[in-house]
């Protein structure tokens, strides 16, 4: 029931700049946290951002502070990310996530490379 669909990756040169968005259904969208993770080839899964329900406090991982932005729209049931100044290092799948997850599965995610 619970659908949270990524989309807006893609291949970008260092530097640049994408904007992911997570569009959710099946839930009351503006009583849930949502998060951003992001898990690199070899890796494990990180947790890059944090958005509360009312879009009123945010955190963010040491490694993005200053370059990504979390930010929702209630209305539209939207969470997104925006990616500045992007380096091959912010090479991943990118998933969103509400909190509590409640045993929610992981969705497709969107894959963001970073290259030149």
């Known amino acids: 029931q619970v659908q949270l669909v990524e989309s807006g990756g893609g291949l970008v040169q260092p530097g640049g700049s994408l904007r992911l968005s997570c569009a959710a259904s099946?839930?009351?969208?503006?009583?849930?946290?949502m998060n951003w993770y992001r898990q690199a080839p070899g890796k494990g899964r990180e947790l890059v951002a944090s958005?509360?329900?009312?879009?009123?406090?945010?955190d963010y991982a040491d490694s993005v502070k200053g370059r990504f932005t979390i930010s929702r729209d209630n209305a539209k049931n939207t969470v997104y990310l925006q990616m500045n100044s992007l380096k091959p290092e912010d090479t991943a799948v990118y998933y969103c996530k509400r909190l509590p997850s409640l045993g929610d599965s992981w969705g497709q995610g969107t894959q963001v490379t970073v290259s030149s």
């Open positions: 958005i509360i329900g009312t879009g009123g406090s945010t």
């Open positions: 099946g839930f009351v969208f503006s009583r849930y946290t």
